[in-house]
Each structure stands twice: as C-alpha cells, then as structure tokens.
C-alpha cells in the first residue's frame, strides 16, 4: 500500500492504495463517505457510485484509486448547499424516487448535465442516464425531477411539498431528501466502531459430495479472526420459511444442492482480508450429476435434490365440473404450451448484514422482508429463544420478493455470536445473484374450450414449476399460478394441476405477482388464439367473459361484489378500437397471503416528547412507500404534521405481521394504523395531549 493525494470535495485527500484498489472503496471506507452506493462493484453497470472526476461523471468501482492521484474528485456530499436543497426538493416532490439506492449516482449524472447544459431536454435527460440502472421508479418520474432540479437551478421558483399528510395528498415519501442526497445507510453503509467482516466460500458446483474443507492456508492470512463452517452452528442448521431444507452452512459428508450453497464463511479485521482467505479454502469433493429441468427430476431414477424427499415438492389441484363435457361440446377447442424463463430481481441494493453481540441479546440489523421471520430463524440457528434475538429492519434498497429468505442473516449472526464482536458482511453482485430465490420458470399447458360466441367453456391446465434447490415459498407460488390459471375470466368447468419440482438450479421463491403472472400470460394468450378461431376481436372476447359480481372465480370462490374489471374495459374501449396496433391483456391478483391463510396487520402508536408520534409496524419498507402510506393513515384522521410522525419496525414491539407482499402490508398496516390512529384521537378528544 502506498500514500497519494487528491482533492476531495474541495479539500486534499490523503488515500492509502494498491493496484487493486477502487475509488469507491476509498471513498467509502477511508473517507467515510456513504453518498457512492455499492450495487455491483466491480463492474460499473448500474451506475449508484458514481462521482465527479476531474469533471466527468463515472462508476467510482471501476476507477482504479491509485489513478485519482492529484485528481478533482466530487461526491454529492460535495455539491454547493443549494445545489443539494434544489436535488432533494425536485426529487420529493416528484416522487423521483422509491427506495432511493440508485438516486444519488443519478444526482450526480444530473449534476453532470446541468452543468453542460443548463436546459436539457427531455431526451437529453434520459440520454444521461444511459450509464444508470432503476429498478423501482422506471424513469419517467426520474426524468421528471431532473428537469425540475434543472429549472430550479437556472433560477424558476421550486414548488413547496404537500405536507397536509391526507391520504390521497402528494405527500413526499418518507425521508425523501435524506434518500436523493445518499445520507440515508442502508445496512452496508453503516459503520460500527471495532466491527469484523464476512465473507463466504460457496459451492463450486451445482452438486457435490463435500468431502473436506481445509481452511488452514485461510486462516494464516493476515486479519483473519476465525473460519466457521457447519459445525460451527449450535441450533438447527436447515431454515426455511415454510419447510426446513436450506442449511446455512453444508456440512462435510453431505451434498450440495445447487451453486447457492454457502459452504464456509471467514470472519475477518477488513473485507479484503476476509474475502483473501475465502479464495485459499481448498475443498475435497466428488462431482455428482444434478437434475436441472423439472421432467428429469420426475423421472423415477433421478437422483434427490434433497435426501429424504422426493424431487416432487407440491401438487396443487382445482377441479370443477366435467371439463371433458365441456371441452366435448365446445364450439373451438384449441391447446397450446407456454414457457416462462427464470428471472432475476436485481434489486440495486445486494443483500447485507450486521449483528451486534449485545448485553440481554443480539442485535442484528436486517434488510429482510419480515423481521419476525428472520428473528425466528436467527434464534433458530443460534439454539436460543427468540427473546435473545432482536431484529431491526433497515429499509432496503429494492427486494421484489427476493428478501423473503432469510439471506446472510444467519451466519453473520451467527459470526457474531462465535467473535463476541460486531460483524457485517454484504455480498457481491455474482454472489447476489447466486444465492437468492429467482422467478419460477413454468411450462404451462392449456386446453381451453369456447362456444361459438367466443364464450369460455372449459380449461384443463397442466402448470409445472421448476423450484430450484430449495423450497422457499415455491409450493405457495405454484399454488398461486393453479389459483390464478384462469385469469380473471368466467370459466364453468376447470381442470388444473400445478407441481412445484425441486431440481440442482438456483433457487426460486416470491417475485412480484407470485405465480399469477405466468399464468396470465397463458390464459391472456389463449384468449387471443380463440377470439381469431371464432371471429371476434381481443376486446370484445374478454368483455363476454370477463368477471363480475355473482360470477365464480377459478378457485370457486363466488364474488361478492363487483371487481373493477368490466369498468376498466370500458375505459379503455375507445383507446383500444382507435389504434389499429392495439393489443389488450387483463389481471388478476390476490392480495395478501391468500389461499385461505388468516390475514392480520398489527401498528403500535407512541406518543413521544414534543409531539412526535412513531408508528411501530412489523411490515417492511422496500421502496414501495409502505412507511409513508401509513404516515398518511395517521396523519388523515388525527391531523398531525406528517413531518412529526416517524416509523420503526422491530422486534422488540408486538407486531408480528407476517411478510411483507406487495400490497399486503399497505392493506393490512393500513387497517391498524387506521384503528390505532382512531383510538388516539379518542383520547385526543378526551383531553389528552400529544
Ligand atoms: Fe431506483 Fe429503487 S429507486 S432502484
């Protein structure tokens, strides 16, 4: 390592270097600056650290630190104060941001811009952009805060917030301007006096038998305080969310599952020393042949995902009416096969953890999408009671179901609890990817008859998901596809069988829509093929079948009130029949758990010094704004300043909720905030104070 100097924020900069070092890693671990976001350091391809250097805008990860020498670098911690306040303001107010890892790169793209060209266009602005990956916002509204900020600075008045707190109101997302200026940590960007590092050897192939681990070149390196390995782990060592067969730590003598598997974790004084020993554990293995497509896990020779279990992981199955009557008498018959791909979350923000060893229990800082169910498992691992583990969400910087699992919670847990001292790990983007559930890829057949009017009749659906090596929430995803196979659509007579089929690949597990989307594009697809056969248009096919009050939805379920449907394709009619191009698709979606799962949301109220009210909640803030909807149920019925309500969520309060899914937790938080806030202005109108 070796001193140079730059200018930093328009002050010098003295950095200690190699050749392998990034400027980001100096940025952020020397100067201490947590603006420059790691997303997928070291490759500079979503853009969340960039800074200025010597006046361009690039990916901080992909700068060598050694050629910053005498360099102009500027982060946006050091833009002009009015330059930050016009940022954080056109950003707030145009809600240009949800859960805000990628926005600080942005801003300093932005600034960038502006100050070549003080009038950017539209285009222009997005060109920009070019460089910088969103996962949440799709741009639109990004584009629109950059030509907010563009016009603030050339000097135009900057509209003021929406704080009146009413539902309904433009209320800008919980701590908005900290989030656009890169101050707000995420769990990788907090910083603990004396805390150690993880890092974590995974397996080098989809299924080996694990002979050995030899970690004694590891641990002679520098800094490196101690190896753990499966025998290390006191408690249960398989978790899960609904069925136990995800070991934190493969065990010598056991086999692997798939390249997800974590098979020893180094805890050390620096990340580097850390991820250094991981490379020189040596492992004595035998390579074993995996099952990778469902149909060959389902053949009766296959070997086993998991000893002890067959590789079929569920069947689901909905019967009603005689689909062969049906399918016999129809007008058109026809039966196609659809295939959905696998798919990545990619949330910009890489999973991260921190556990604190601490006086009555463990603190463990977690980005996960259900407290409760991480501090379950946490204690679970550790062989303690619950009351010994105390989780505190760190809202995450993107999750899209991919947070459900407990990721590396455990073992950094479980490093610290090994140390006695802090430890944080936070994986790469390769690792990311590796270890997370994916979308399920399906195969699903159809056979959907109709009459002559273009009218369902029957479906006879065959849906197989590939599971990958764990269960996670699979067996409930293939439930869902089956729940949802015949889209929002009367049909008499249904025939469905969903199988959820373990195999040697990644993991898959919740992603946004859970299993209903790849069975809307089956169904919406058919529709399309038998509205040609009969002679109708795609508009017309799914208004003669679309579903309404008294109508049976796929599962049976009779509903009770109307559902939006045949309003939405009225609204759309004129726009549909004006455009020659125009294609149509609907949805439908559960919300909640669902699958007939008892559903509750709990919120707790405490009225602090100064009138501040903080909402205790177990649900998760991801970026999809859950913290503030809940602001705006309190604030809406007891009139509170919304920029006097804060929001925790922790296990230390009773509010177990369950996880966090799509609109479940605005649902259901919603609800409890709601009565939570009512009986406050209760005692509000009985004379109490805030
Ligand atoms: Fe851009 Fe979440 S707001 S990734």
Known sequence: MRSIEFTLNGKPFTA?????????????????????????????????????????????????????????????????????????????????LQCGFCIPGIVVAAKHLIDHNPEPTRRQIAEALNNHVCRCTGYVKIVDAIDLAARGLRGEPMPEPDYSGKIGSNLPRQDAEALVLGERPFVDDMRIEGVLYGAFLFSPKPRILLRRIDASEAVRVPGVVRVVTARD??????????????????AEGETTHCIGDILAGVVAASERAAREAVSLIRLDYDELPGVFSPDDALKPEAPRVHAGHENLLSRSEIR??????????????????????????????????????????????????????????????????EDKVHVTLVANGGAFGGKEDLSIQGQVALMAALTDRSVKATLSREESIRLHPKRHPMRLTYTV?????????????????????????????????????????K??????????????????????GFGANQSAFAIESMLDILAERVGIDAWEIRWRNALDAGDTFCTGQVLERPVGLKQTLLAVK???????????????????IGNGVPEHGQAVLEVGVGGHVTIHTGFTEMGQGFFTAMIQCLCDIIGIDPQMVHTAVDTDYPTPCGMTTASRATVLGGRAVQDAARKLQMDLEGGARL
């Not at 990545?344 to 999408?369: I, K």
């Not at 009017?453 to 067996?475: E, N």
């Not at 969903?498 to 990644?506: E, I, K």
């Open 16 to 96: 200690r270097v190699d050749d392998h070092l990034s400027l980001m890693a100096v940025l952020r671990e020397q100067a201490g600056l947590i603006s420059p976001k790691n997303g997928c350091a070291p490759q500079g391809s979503c853009g969340c650290c960039t800074v200025l250097v010597n006046g361009r805008a690039l990916s901080s990860c992909v700068v060598p630190a050694h050629k910053a020498e005498g360099a102009n670098i500027v982060t946006l911690e050091g833009l002009e104060p009015h330059e930050r306040d016009i940022f954080a303001r056109a950003f707030a107010v145009t809600g240009g």
């Open 233 to 250: 782990v006191p408690g249960e060592r398989y978790q899960g969310l609904l069925s136990r067969d995800w070991p934190i730590f493969v």
């Open 320 to 385: 009603r009416g005689d689909v062969d009557a049906a399918l016999a008498a129809s007008a058109v018959v026809e039966t196609r096969t659809f295939e959905t791909q696998r798919i990545e979350h990619a949330f910009l923000e890489p999973e991260s953890a921190v556990a604190v060893p601490g006086g009555y229990a463990l603190e463990v800082f977690s980005q996960g999408q259900g407290v409760f169910d991480d501090r379950r498992q946490i204690a679970s691992i550790l062989g303690v009671t």
């Open 449 to 489: 008859g109709c009459d002559g009017d273009g009218r369902l009749t029957a479906l006879r659906a065959r849906i197989v998901g590939d599971k990958g090596a764990f269960a996670s929430v699979g067996a409930k995803v293939l439930e869902r596809a089956a729940g949802h196979a015949a889209g929002p659509y």
């Open 491 to 512: 049909v008499p007579a249904v025939d469905i069988e969903s199988l959820a089929v373990y195999t040697n690949n990644l993991p898959c597990g919740a992603m946004r």
């Open 574 to 592: 004129e726009a549909y029949y004006a455009s020659p191009r125009a294609g149509i698709a609907c949805g439908i979606k559960n919300v909640g």
